[in-house]
């Protein structure tokens, strides 16, 4: 069993920057890849970005891409999730989860634990 929990989401305007955190409990977190989603209300969850378990490879939506960098430390049993240049079309729960789904997986049957997430609101 593996316990994730996010953290770093706020309120912030439209082009500024957020970090969010994802800590990982229980299982060996350097054998997982790992992905963030998100849900912005009445929409389904969305994939956003994945990195390998050594974290040398990375995966990412168009909506985010160049924008946003996915990267981890196995040291501390985290992934985070540095967002900048946000859009209020961000604004949304994000979620963060583990595969052992080989490849760029990108759908959410593909991952088996998830965090209980955190918000993230970007105005205009």
């Known amino acids: 069993q593996v316990q994730l929990v996010e953290s770093g989401g706020g309120l912030v305007q439209a082009g500024d920057s957020l970090r969010l955190s994802c800590a990982a409990a229980?299982?060996?977190?350097?054998?997982?890849?790992m992905g963030w989603f998100r849900q912005a209300p009445g929409k389904e969850r969305e994939f956003v970005a994945g990195?390998?378990?050594?974290?040398?490879?990375?995966w990412y939506a168009d909506s985010v891409k160049g924008r946003f960098t996915i990267s981890r430390d196995n040291a501390k049993n985290t992934v985070y999730l540095q967002m900048n240049s946000l859009k209020p079309e961000d604004t949304a729960v994000y979620y963060c989860?583990?595969?052992?789904?080989?490849?760029?997986?990108?759908?959410?049957?593909?991952?088996?634990?998830w965090g209980q997430g955190t918000q993230v609101t970007v105005s205009s």
């Open positions: 229980g299982g060996t977190f350097s054998s997982y890849r």
């Open positions: 990195i390998s378990s050594s974290g040398t490879n990375t």
């Open positions: 989860a583990t595969t052992v789904i080989l490849g760029t997986p990108t759908r959410q049957y593909q991952y088996t634990y």
